[in-house]
């Protein structure tokens, strides 16, 4: 750490020699770090901010696969094609600085509301569907202040789709690919007066690339807006996902009849004021599934299973909060959030349907209900014109774990009108779990605590040639105590984690229609964790023309842990992919993407190889 903090410094000290003032006065918008909008030269957080036409570029029905390109140290495991799943054996954990979404260490959000298992804690990766997004909002570093538990590590904001435009407008996508791979969306926007609508609907299969690995989903999206007063909006949306997905276990120890059907949905309603010193917003929103499980069996000699695996579970809550500017340098935001987190999990009969009540293996108790409440203040204190402090601090109550006091500050410095020098001491948590505390013989309720982390995080930004170039880097270390882990055959607060790690990013728009991207991530674990690599890296180009588009990029990853512990194992590969796209007419394009087009050999689960080389190509039409 200390060879890194004096590059930064060297990086600094010649930066600052040749600065010149910026002539750019805008910078980009973000909303994850503060809860209302703010320039991101104010903020101490490290945000991402990955918009529709990066996300829609390659042609992607999930958002992930993109924001993994762009966001160092954030890493999607995969297993296929398509199709993340969910259960023993399934991808989709998300791992950022080496903390886990699949341990619920990492929080996604739609519009800032929690999206997550309410039984098991953690995201659920098919349901983040590109339809849905104006662009993604990756925070590194913990959100608790604003967010509570599982924002431990950080967060990934999906901000739904707006209609800017009077009028009606729309598209539709169809393709084709290898594996058998199909899938189709649409969506249509309208604007009338103080209305507004977006309704979208996608489909996708494939057979991917091993037997008895299909996978199918279809899904919609619909959000409607009205406009109540000069001052004063109404919103509301629902997003329904449901996908089968079959998984034939590790190549070591195949399966049958591993079998999900999985449905997903998330619904809010929320009431916004927009006036000139003060914003804010009351929402109320339901994050639920539904899940049917066939654990399958083993190939060789193994005996089908008699019942299904099934829960429901909720996470509904109310969220409220309000950002006010006193004069023009001080900025103040106080919110309340509640949730009740529900989860059930049962098997029935698999001949009947009936509900085993002699089952006895999964849940000390069959129903699991928690609440959690929790109030936050945040402020931002511009001193001078170039120092802007943040801070901040929460409590939030756990029914069953307790209570947990979440502090934050953050400076920031802008020595020059291109760059600033960001600083942040920041706590993360996250409360026990209901499969934690209740489920199979290791639960633990009676004694369980939250999760905590401390992030120490110094960072670089600068924008050169009037924003045309613009690169960061930064330094973190985060010091994990009281993780939970089963010891003894019971879940116990015993675990630590200490990561340091350096992430470098830059872009170039070196011609009008051109432009280079990279970003690099170093990470060093005391402790290794699963999913997490010791290095990764990303460098791309991208092309837009009047008729053609061409992107290309390579990503490398090296040290990803795949096994920890006696039999640890890592993996190293470098993929190439690359899609372009040409427009027939003003309205209808063709698009052609291709993977992995170096055919490598890879996996990110252990015993789950990747495919080689596949390509997908399809017409998009709007109109």
Known sequence: ?????????????????????????????????????????????????????????????????????????????????????????????????????????????????????????????????????????????????????????????????????????????????????????????????????????????TDNHRPNMGFEQYGGYVKLGYDLATHWSLSADLDLTHFNASNPGAVTQLKLENDQWITRGAASIALLNHFDRTSGALTVYDNFGRHKINDGYNADGGTPQTDYFRSRDAVAGVSWYQTARFAESTRLTVGLDYQHIYGRAFYTDRATGAVDTTQRRLMQSAHAHENEVAGYAA????????????????????????????????????????????????????????????????????????????????????????????????????????????????????????????????????????????????????????????????IGADYNGTRWSALCGLQYVHGLYTSVGADETTETFCLLNAAVGYALTRNISLWLRGENLLAQRYEYNLGYPMPRATVMGGVKVKF
């Not at 990492?106 to 298992?117: K, M």
């Not at 291109?418 to 942040?424: D, F, M, Q, S, V």
């Open 1 to 205: 750490m200390k060879t890194q903090i004096l590059a930064l410094v060297a990086l600094l000290g010649a930066t600052l020699s040749f600065a010149k003032t910026d002539s750019l006065a805008l910078s980009e918008v973000v909303v994850t770090g503060t809860r209302s909008a703010v320039d991101v030269r104010h903020t101490p957080y490290t945000v991402t901010v990955i918009d529709r036409p990066t996300l829609t570029a390659q042609n992607h029905t999930n958002v992930l696969p993109t924001v993994m390109q762009q966001v160092p140290s954030l890493l999607v495991t995969s297993r296929s094609i398509m199709g993340y799943g969910v259960s023993t054996g399934a991808a989709g954990g998300i791992s950022q600085r080496g903390l886990s979404g699949g341990a619920g260490q990492l929080l996604v959000l739609i519009d800032g509301h929690p999206q997550y298992n309410g039984v098991y804690g953690h995201p659920i990766s098919d349901s983040y569907q590109t339809l849905l997004a104006e662009r993604v909002e990756v925070l590194r570093g913990p959100a608790s202040l604003l967010y509570g538990g599982n924002a431990m590590g950080g967060v990934i904001n999906i901000v739904t789709r707006a209609v800017p435009t009077d009028g009606v407008t729309g598209d539709a996508t169809v393709a084709v690919g290898s594996y058998g791979t199909v899938q189709a969306e649409a969506a249509t926007q309208v604007r009338s007066g103080r209305f507004t609508a977006t309704v979208a609907a996608q489909y996708g299969r």
């Open 379 to 538: 402020l931002q204190q511009e001193i001078l014109s170039c120092l802007t402090a943040d801070l901040g601090v929460r409590y939030d109550h756990h029914s069953t774990a307790g209570g947990e006091w979440v502090p934050q500050f953050g400076l920031v410095w802008r020595p020059i009108a291109t760059g600033e020098l960001k600083g942040i001491v920041s706590k993360g948590f996250r409360n026990p779990n209901t499969r934690e505390m209740y489920m199979y013989g290791t639960a633990n309720h009676d004694s369980l605590r939250a999760e905590r982390l401390w992030n120490y995080e110094i960072s670089w930004r600068q924008r050169l040639i009037d924003g045309l170039l613009t690169y960061g880097i930064n330094l973190f270390l985060l010091k994990c105590d009281n993780l939970i882990q089963t010891v003894a055959g019971r879940n116990v607060n015993t675990g630590e984690l200490r990561n340091t790690g350096i992430e470098l990013e830059a872009r170039w728009r070196f011609a009008p229609n051109w432009a280079i991207a990279t970003n690099h991530s170093l990470l060093h674990m005391r402790h290794h964790v699963v999913a997490a690599p010791r290095y990764k890296a990303f």
